[in-house]
Protein backbone atom coordinates (compact mmCIF):
# COMPACT_ATOMS: atom_id res chain seq x y z
CA UNK A 1 0.00 0.00 0.00
CA UNK A 2 2.75 2.57 0.77
CA UNK A 3 4.65 1.68 -1.84
CA UNK A 4 1.47 2.61 -4.42
CA UNK A 5 1.52 5.71 -2.36
CA UNK A 6 4.91 6.69 -2.55
CA UNK A 7 4.90 5.87 -6.79
CA UNK A 8 2.31 8.55 -7.34
CA UNK A 9 3.65 11.10 -4.96
CA UNK A 10 6.81 10.95 -6.73
CA UNK A 11 4.85 11.05 -10.11
CA UNK A 12 3.13 14.26 -8.73
CA UNK A 13 6.47 15.87 -7.65
CA UNK A 14 8.08 15.05 -11.09
CA UNK A 15 5.52 15.77 -13.43
CA UNK A 16 2.74 18.57 -11.65
CA UNK A 17 2.18 21.64 -13.18
CA UNK A 18 5.66 23.66 -12.10
CA UNK A 19 8.26 21.25 -11.84
CA UNK A 20 8.53 19.89 -15.33
CA UNK A 21 12.38 21.32 -14.91
CA UNK A 22 15.63 19.52 -14.68
CA UNK A 23 16.81 16.75 -12.22
CA UNK A 24 20.71 17.40 -11.65
CA UNK A 25 22.50 14.74 -14.25
CA UNK A 26 25.08 13.73 -11.29
CA UNK A 27 21.64 12.55 -9.18
CA UNK A 28 20.33 14.19 -6.11
CA UNK A 29 22.56 17.00 -4.81
CA UNK A 30 21.01 18.53 -1.12
CA UNK A 31 23.83 20.80 -0.65
CA UNK A 32 23.31 22.30 -3.81
CA UNK A 33 26.86 21.36 -4.88
CA UNK A 34 25.90 20.47 -8.62
CA UNK A 35 28.04 22.33 -11.23
CA UNK A 36 26.84 25.90 -10.49
CA UNK A 37 28.97 28.99 -10.76
CA UNK A 38 26.42 31.14 -8.67
CA UNK A 39 24.41 29.17 -6.75
CA UNK A 40 22.92 30.77 -3.43
CA UNK A 41 25.00 33.95 -3.98
CA UNK A 42 23.57 37.00 -4.06
CA UNK A 43 22.38 38.98 -7.41
CA UNK A 44 23.59 41.90 -9.38
CA UNK A 45 21.92 45.10 -9.53
CA UNK A 46 21.45 44.91 -13.25
CA UNK A 47 19.14 41.77 -12.72
CA UNK A 48 16.54 44.45 -11.89
CA UNK A 49 17.50 46.84 -14.42
CA UNK A 50 14.79 47.66 -16.80
CA UNK A 51 12.22 45.62 -15.10
CA UNK A 52 8.47 46.60 -15.86
CA UNK A 53 7.53 46.02 -11.72
CA UNK A 54 9.60 45.97 -8.97
CA UNK A 55 8.79 45.15 -5.28
CA UNK A 56 11.16 46.26 -2.90
CA UNK A 57 11.03 44.57 0.40
CA UNK A 58 11.12 47.14 2.56
CA UNK A 59 7.44 48.66 0.63
CA UNK A 60 6.32 45.16 1.22
CA UNK A 61 7.26 45.11 4.55
CA UNK A 62 5.82 48.62 5.37
CA UNK A 63 2.24 47.36 6.76
CA UNK A 64 0.03 44.58 7.85
CA UNK A 65 0.27 41.66 10.35
CA UNK A 66 3.21 38.91 10.80
CA UNK A 67 1.02 36.47 7.98
CA UNK A 68 0.04 39.27 5.66
CA UNK A 69 3.91 40.53 5.36
CA UNK A 70 5.16 36.82 5.16
CA UNK A 71 2.53 35.87 2.29
CA UNK A 72 2.90 39.34 0.61
CA UNK A 73 7.19 38.66 0.54
CA UNK A 74 6.13 35.05 -0.72
CA UNK A 75 4.23 36.63 -3.91
CA UNK A 76 5.83 39.38 -4.13
CA UNK A 77 9.19 38.14 -4.23
CA UNK A 78 8.14 35.71 -7.05
CA UNK A 79 6.56 38.57 -8.90
CA UNK A 80 10.12 40.26 -9.09
CA UNK A 81 11.80 36.84 -9.81
CA UNK A 82 9.40 36.77 -13.18
CA UNK A 83 10.58 40.31 -14.13
CA UNK A 84 14.35 39.70 -13.35
CA UNK A 85 16.57 39.72 -16.25
CA UNK A 86 17.08 36.40 -15.50
CA UNK A 87 17.15 33.68 -12.74
CA UNK A 88 18.15 29.80 -12.19
CA UNK A 89 17.36 27.24 -9.76
CA UNK A 90 18.32 23.84 -8.56
CA UNK A 91 15.59 21.67 -6.57
CA UNK A 92 15.87 18.06 -4.62
CA UNK A 93 12.80 16.50 -3.50
CA UNK A 94 13.02 13.87 -1.01
CA UNK A 95 9.72 11.31 -0.81
CA UNK A 96 9.51 9.05 2.80
CA UNK A 97 6.51 6.55 3.25
CA UNK A 98 7.27 4.07 5.70
CA UNK A 99 10.87 2.23 4.42
CA UNK A 100 10.01 3.48 1.18
CA UNK A 101 11.98 6.54 -0.15
CA UNK A 102 11.85 7.73 -4.30
CA UNK A 103 13.54 11.32 -4.71
CA UNK A 104 13.45 13.86 -7.57
CA UNK A 105 15.67 16.43 -9.14
CA UNK A 106 15.18 19.55 -11.38
CA UNK A 107 16.50 23.29 -12.43
CA UNK A 108 15.25 25.79 -14.51
CA UNK A 109 16.76 28.26 -16.08
CA UNK A 110 14.67 31.42 -17.18
CA UNK A 111 15.55 34.61 -19.29
CA UNK A 112 12.39 36.79 -19.56
CA UNK A 113 9.72 34.51 -21.43
CA UNK A 114 12.35 31.70 -22.82
CA UNK A 115 12.53 28.48 -20.10
CA UNK A 116 14.68 25.83 -20.17
CA UNK A 117 13.64 23.05 -17.61
CA UNK A 118 13.76 19.85 -16.90
CA UNK A 119 13.09 17.28 -14.10
CA UNK A 120 14.37 13.84 -13.21
CA UNK A 121 12.21 11.23 -10.70
CA UNK A 122 13.36 8.06 -9.21
CA UNK A 123 10.12 6.23 -8.10
CA UNK A 124 11.43 3.42 -6.86
CA UNK A 125 10.76 0.71 -9.88
CA UNK A 126 12.50 1.50 -13.37
CA UNK A 127 8.80 1.20 -14.96
CA UNK A 128 8.01 4.93 -13.43
CA UNK A 129 11.21 6.54 -13.27
CA UNK A 130 11.14 9.65 -15.68
CA UNK A 131 12.78 12.37 -17.35
CA UNK A 132 10.94 15.52 -19.01
CA UNK A 133 12.14 18.34 -20.09
CA UNK A 134 10.12 21.29 -21.78
CA UNK A 135 11.94 24.56 -23.48
CA UNK A 136 10.70 27.43 -24.28
CA UNK A 137 12.78 29.62 -26.86
CA UNK A 138 11.76 32.50 -29.39
CA UNK A 139 7.92 31.20 -29.42
CA UNK A 140 8.31 27.69 -30.11
CA UNK A 141 8.37 24.71 -27.77
CA UNK A 142 10.53 21.71 -27.63
CA UNK A 143 9.46 19.16 -24.93
CA UNK A 144 10.03 15.17 -24.53
CA UNK A 145 8.76 12.45 -21.52
CA UNK A 146 11.22 9.76 -21.48
CA UNK A 147 9.90 6.65 -18.74
CA UNK A 148 11.62 3.97 -17.43
CA UNK A 149 15.11 5.62 -17.21
CA UNK A 150 17.35 4.26 -14.75
CA UNK A 151 18.47 5.06 -11.53
CA UNK A 152 21.80 4.10 -9.59
CA UNK A 153 20.93 4.17 -5.82
CA UNK A 154 24.41 3.51 -4.54
CA UNK A 155 25.99 6.60 -6.75
CA UNK A 156 22.63 8.80 -6.72
CA UNK A 157 23.10 9.04 -10.41
CA UNK A 158 20.61 9.16 -13.34
CA UNK A 159 21.35 7.51 -16.67
CA UNK A 160 19.05 9.11 -19.80
CA UNK A 161 18.48 10.08 -22.53
CA UNK A 162 16.20 12.51 -24.01
CA UNK A 163 16.37 13.20 -28.44
CA UNK A 164 14.23 14.29 -31.19
CA UNK A 165 11.52 16.12 -29.03
CA UNK A 166 8.42 17.18 -29.82
CA UNK A 167 8.69 20.98 -31.77
CA UNK A 168 5.42 23.41 -31.73
CA UNK A 169 5.50 27.08 -32.58
CA UNK A 170 3.11 28.60 -29.76
CA UNK A 171 3.20 32.40 -28.58
CA UNK A 172 5.10 33.02 -24.89
CA UNK A 173 4.44 35.92 -22.83
CA UNK A 174 4.64 36.15 -19.01
CA UNK A 175 1.97 35.52 -16.56
CA UNK A 176 -0.03 38.01 -14.91
CA UNK A 177 0.44 38.95 -11.39
CA UNK A 178 -1.29 36.64 -9.50
CA UNK A 179 -0.68 34.76 -6.24
CA UNK A 180 -0.75 31.65 -8.40
CA UNK A 181 2.75 32.28 -9.82
CA UNK A 182 3.83 31.28 -6.16
CA UNK A 183 2.33 27.64 -7.31
CA UNK A 184 2.37 27.42 -10.74
CA UNK A 185 6.22 27.87 -11.01
CA UNK A 186 8.09 26.90 -7.48
CA UNK A 187 5.00 24.21 -6.91
CA UNK A 188 4.02 26.03 -3.73
CA UNK A 189 0.92 24.29 -2.78
CA UNK A 190 -0.08 26.98 -0.01
CA UNK A 191 -3.06 28.69 -1.34
CA UNK A 192 -2.32 32.31 -1.97
CA UNK A 193 -4.78 33.07 -4.29
CA UNK A 194 -6.02 32.05 -7.12
CA UNK A 195 -5.68 32.10 -10.91
CA UNK A 196 -7.78 35.16 -10.93
CA UNK A 197 -6.63 36.68 -7.95
CA UNK A 198 -4.24 39.87 -9.19
CA UNK A 199 -2.36 42.83 -7.69
CA UNK A 200 -2.77 43.05 -3.78
CA UNK A 201 -5.17 40.53 -3.44
CA UNK A 202 -3.64 37.67 -1.53
CA UNK A 203 -4.65 35.43 0.77
CA UNK A 204 -2.83 34.86 4.25
CA UNK A 205 -5.17 33.44 6.01
CA UNK A 206 -3.39 29.97 6.17
CA UNK A 207 -0.33 30.96 7.53
CA UNK A 208 0.67 30.89 11.23
CA UNK A 209 3.70 30.87 13.07
CA UNK A 210 5.84 33.82 11.69
CA UNK A 211 9.19 34.86 12.47
CA UNK A 212 11.56 36.95 9.93
CA UNK A 213 14.85 37.79 10.47
CA UNK A 214 16.74 40.71 9.53
CA UNK A 215 20.23 40.46 7.22
CA UNK A 216 23.09 40.32 9.32
CA UNK A 217 26.95 40.52 8.13
CA UNK A 218 26.64 36.38 8.46
CA UNK A 219 23.67 36.24 6.72
CA UNK A 220 22.83 39.42 4.91
CA UNK A 221 19.38 38.46 3.59
CA UNK A 222 15.78 38.04 5.10
CA UNK A 223 15.15 34.33 6.74
CA UNK A 224 11.68 33.83 6.87
CA UNK A 225 9.89 31.29 8.38
CA UNK A 226 5.95 29.95 8.74
CA UNK A 227 3.88 27.40 8.97
CA UNK A 228 0.28 26.41 7.59
CA UNK A 229 -2.84 26.24 9.71
CA UNK A 230 -3.65 22.83 9.68
CA UNK A 231 -7.03 23.17 10.69
CA UNK A 232 -7.71 25.97 7.68
CA UNK A 233 -5.37 24.05 5.07
CA UNK A 234 -7.73 20.68 5.69
CA UNK A 235 -10.84 22.96 4.74
CA UNK A 236 -9.20 24.66 2.19
CA UNK A 237 -10.64 23.08 -1.21
CA UNK A 238 -7.62 24.69 -2.89
CA UNK A 239 -4.94 23.63 -1.13
CA UNK A 240 -6.11 19.68 -1.00
CA UNK A 241 -6.35 19.87 -5.15
CA UNK A 242 -2.70 21.39 -5.55
CA UNK A 243 -1.78 18.74 -3.51
CA UNK A 244 -3.83 16.18 -5.71
CA UNK A 245 -3.44 17.48 -9.14
CA UNK A 246 -0.27 15.76 -10.64
CA UNK A 247 -2.19 12.10 -9.36
CA UNK A 248 -4.90 12.97 -12.07
CA UNK A 249 -7.32 11.93 -8.95
CA UNK A 250 -5.71 9.32 -7.77
CA UNK A 251 -4.99 10.51 -4.31
CA UNK A 252 -8.28 10.52 -2.10
CA UNK A 253 -9.28 12.16 1.21
CA UNK A 254 -6.04 14.17 1.85
CA UNK A 255 -5.21 15.06 4.93
CA UNK A 256 -2.05 17.49 5.89
CA UNK A 257 -0.50 16.75 9.17
CA UNK A 258 2.06 19.52 9.05
CA UNK A 259 3.49 22.03 6.40
CA UNK A 260 5.78 24.76 7.22
CA UNK A 261 8.15 26.70 5.17
CA UNK A 262 11.11 28.75 4.97
CA UNK A 263 12.69 31.07 2.64
CA UNK A 264 15.93 33.08 2.45
CA UNK A 265 15.13 36.60 0.38
CA UNK A 266 18.06 39.19 -0.69
CA UNK A 267 17.00 42.82 0.52
CA UNK A 268 16.88 43.15 -3.49
CA UNK A 269 13.78 41.18 -3.49
CA UNK A 270 14.78 38.09 -4.69
CA UNK A 271 14.84 34.80 -3.73
CA UNK A 272 18.57 32.82 -2.47
CA UNK A 273 16.45 29.54 -1.14
CA UNK A 274 13.39 28.04 -0.71
CA UNK A 275 12.22 24.72 1.89
CA UNK A 276 8.81 23.12 2.30
CA UNK A 277 8.41 20.03 4.56
CA UNK A 278 5.27 18.65 4.51
CA UNK A 279 3.64 15.53 6.20
CA UNK A 280 0.49 13.82 4.66
CA UNK A 281 -2.02 11.29 4.72
CA UNK A 282 -3.71 9.77 1.70
CA UNK A 283 -5.75 7.08 0.48
CA UNK A 284 -4.48 5.53 -2.91
CA UNK A 285 -6.26 2.57 -4.60
CA UNK A 286 -9.03 2.45 -1.48
CA UNK A 287 -5.67 2.23 0.54
CA UNK A 288 -4.62 4.70 3.38
CA UNK A 289 -1.10 5.51 4.37
CA UNK A 290 1.13 8.43 5.90
CA UNK A 291 4.06 10.29 3.38
CA UNK A 292 6.80 12.98 4.50
CA UNK A 293 7.76 15.63 1.51
CA UNK A 294 10.56 17.71 1.78
CA UNK A 295 11.70 20.02 -1.25
CA UNK A 296 14.45 22.67 -1.10
CA UNK A 297 15.10 25.29 -3.97
CA UNK A 298 18.59 27.14 -4.15
CA UNK A 299 18.77 29.66 -6.79
CA UNK A 300 20.89 31.55 -8.75
CA UNK A 301 21.37 34.80 -11.15
CA UNK A 302 24.29 34.08 -12.88
CA UNK A 303 25.12 34.50 -16.74
CA UNK A 304 26.18 30.83 -17.35
CA UNK A 305 23.51 29.12 -14.79
CA UNK A 306 20.57 31.51 -16.41
CA UNK A 307 21.29 31.23 -20.05
CA UNK A 308 19.11 29.18 -22.26
CA UNK A 309 21.54 28.79 -25.11
CA UNK A 310 23.97 27.23 -22.69
CA UNK A 311 21.96 24.38 -21.46
CA UNK A 312 20.55 23.93 -25.49
CA UNK A 313 24.57 23.47 -25.90
CA UNK A 314 25.17 20.82 -22.94
CA UNK A 315 22.70 18.38 -23.90
CA UNK A 316 22.21 18.33 -27.40
CA UNK A 317 18.93 19.73 -28.16
CA UNK A 318 20.63 22.88 -30.12
CA UNK A 319 20.80 20.57 -33.27
CA UNK A 320 16.46 20.92 -33.19
CA UNK A 321 16.50 25.23 -32.71
CA UNK A 322 14.61 26.75 -36.02
CA UNK A 323 16.76 29.14 -37.87
CA UNK A 324 15.80 32.07 -35.66
CA UNK A 325 16.31 30.72 -32.81
CA UNK A 326 19.40 29.32 -34.24
CA UNK A 327 20.58 32.61 -34.89
CA UNK A 328 19.46 33.84 -31.52
CA UNK A 329 21.10 30.61 -30.10
CA UNK A 330 24.73 31.28 -31.40
CA UNK A 331 24.48 35.25 -30.53
CA UNK A 332 23.72 34.67 -26.74
CA UNK A 333 26.58 31.93 -26.70
CA UNK A 334 28.93 34.70 -28.08
CA UNK A 335 28.10 37.05 -25.46
CA UNK A 336 28.60 34.44 -22.88
CA UNK A 337 31.52 34.02 -23.58
CA UNK A 338 33.04 37.21 -24.09
CA UNK A 339 31.65 38.56 -20.52
CA UNK A 340 33.45 35.00 -19.69
CA UNK A 341 36.61 35.53 -21.37
CA UNK A 342 36.37 39.94 -19.38
Known amino acids: MKKVIIIILAVLIAVSGALLIYGAAQGPQ ?11 AAPAAAISEGADHWYSVDSVLSSGSFQEKAAKLMVYTSYNQMYAKQFYFSAHVDVFA ?7 DYFRAQQGVNTFYQALAYTGTQLTNMATRRVDYHNVRYSKVEPGISYDKKEQTYSFSLANPDVDDRETTLPRETPYLIYSWYDIPLDFGSKEQAYNEIDSSLIENVSLESPTSDAPYYVLNFSADIDKVNASEETLRRLNEGTGGAMKDIEVLGLSFKAEIWPSG ?7 HARIVA ?3 NKRGEATIDRTYGFSYDDADCSIANWFKSTG ?20 KTEEEE
Do not use: H, M, P
Open 30 to 40: KEFNQESKGLL
Open 98 to 104: GNKYTCS
Open 270 to 276: LFRSISV
Open 283 to 285: KVS
Open 317 to 336: WDKYLTAEGKAAYESELALL
